[in-house]
């Protein structure tokens, strides 16, 4: 199976999506289940993972409604404030949603470049186990030294990657993120995604090859059984069609096993995520 491990769902709102700005202007819309259908079917994807945009529970429950009326969501990564001081009871309450997967926070929004290290949060990341949920890490470069003292305080919670963490593509940032990707891939429990790669590129003007450094990076340091394909659709349609952003992926790893392909195109998520 094609998985595609990453995208969202939105009913557009001006002021909570004011992160959608004026040069997003294509994605300034509704984007829901069936609008991603066809797409799917038109680039031979047979389910995704839907994730959280919105730091409410509101935003959780409504991908669980989605993922209840479209087989093809096949898991739903939501938001819960992990630093609640009721967040087992939180979480054990959440296991009623066979679907839902894990969590994610939008770590790459907070001033405090250490805030996955704060007490409250380690606290609420110590509790997903418990519970069987994974944790979604968005961050920016600027945050991965903080990321790497995160994953070594969890050695066994499924922890991964947004987006290769955001390099700074366009600007040709390489050399300190990989560093970084590097000792970060040494915990086996940490996955990454190859997503979200071309909106940090030139968005009018990128090519190929400008991405070819930084999956060879993350393909050396993580290994093709700990990559995960996503679309992050719909955001990707900024600066690139669907079609175009999973042909990269696709033509990248075409040297690769027979096997090794299907990992990172559906089998790496569907373990990861417990699909």
Same mark, same amino acid.
């Given at each position: 199976?094609?998985?595609?491990?990453?995208?969202?769902?939105?009913?557009?709102?001006?002021?909570?999506?004011?992160?959608?700005?004026?040069?997003?202007?294509?994605?300034?819309?509704?984007?829901?289940?069936?609008?991603?259908?066809?797409?799917?079917?038109?680039?031979?994807?047979?389910?995704?993972?839907?994730?959280?945009?919105?730091?409410?529970?509101?935003?959780?429950?409504?991908?669980?409604?989605?993922?209840?009326?479209?087989?093809?969501?096949?898991?739903?990564?939501?938001?819960?404030?992990?630093?609640?001081?009721?967040?087992?009871?939180?979480?054990?309450?959440?296991?009623?949603?066979?679907?839902?997967?894990?969590?994610?926070?939008?770590?790459?929004?907070?001033?405090?470049?250490?805030?996955?290290?704060?007490?409250?949060?380690?606290?609420?990341?110590?509790?997903?186990?418990?519970?069987?949920?994974?944790?979604?890490?968005?961050?920016?470069?600027?945050?991965? $030294?903080?990321? /790497?003292?995160?994953?070594?305080? %969890?050695?066994? +919670? !499924? &922890?991964?990657?947004?987006?290769?963490?955001?390099?700074?593509?366009?600007?040709?940032?390489?050399?300190?993120?990989?560093?970084?990707?590097?000792?970060?891939?040494?915990?086996?429990?940490?996955?990454?995604?190859?997503?979200?790669?071309?909106?940090?590129?030139?968005?009018?003007?990128?090519?190929?090859?400008?991405?070819? $450094?930084?999956? /060879?990076?993350?393909?050396?340091? %993580?290994?093709? +059984? !700990? &990559?995960?394909?996503?679309?992050?659709?719909?955001?990707?349609?900024?600066?690139?069609?669907?079609?175009?952003?999973?042909?990269?992926?696709?033509?990248?790893?075409?040297?690769?096993?027979?096997?090794?392909?299907?990992?990172?195109?559906?089998?790496?998520?569907?373990?990861?995520?417990?699909?």
């Amino acid at each position: 199976m094609i998985i595609d491990s990453h995208q969202h769902f939105w009913q557009y709102d001006p002021i909570r999506d004011a992160w959608i700005d004026e040069t997003m202007h294509r994605i300034r819309r509704d984007f829901m289940p069936e609008d991603l259908a066809p797409v799917y079917a038109a680039n031979g994807i047979d389910g995704c993972v839907a994730v959280q945009v919105d730091q409410t529970p509101a935003d959780t429950t409504f991908l669980l409604n989605l993922a209840a009326q479209h087989d093809f969501i096949k898991g739903v990564v939501g938001w819960v404030d992990l630093r609640a001081d009721d967040i087992s009871a939180q979480l054990e309450q959440y296991t009623k949603f066979p679907k839902l997967k894990g969590f994610r926070h939008i770590v790459q929004g907070e001033p405090d470049n250490r805030f996955l290290l704060g007490n409250d949060f380690c606290r609420g990341i110590s509790a997903l186990s418990d519970f069987n949920f994974t944790y979604d890490i968005l961050v920016y470069p600027k945050q991965l $030294p903080a990321v /790497e003292e995160f994953v070594l305080k %969890f050695p066994d +919670q !499924r &922890l991964i990657i947004d987006h290769l963490a955001k390099p700074e593509i366009k600007r040709q940032e390489f050399s300190t993120w990989a560093a970084h990707m590097k000792k970060i891939a040494q915990s086996p429990n940490v996955y990454c995604k190859v997503s979200g790669m071309v909106t940090e590129a030139d968005w009018e003007r990128w090519k190929p090859a400008d991405f070819r $450094p930084y999956l /060879e990076t993350v393909l050396e340091a %993580f290994g093709p +059984q !700990r &990559l995960v394909y996503g679309s992050d659709w719909p955001v990707c349609l900024v600066a690139a069609a669907y079609n175009e952003q999973k042909k990269l992926i696709n033509d990248f790893i075409s040297t690769l096993a027979a096997n090794e392909q299907a990992n990172i195109m559906g089998g790496n998520a569907i373990t990861f995520y417990q699909l």
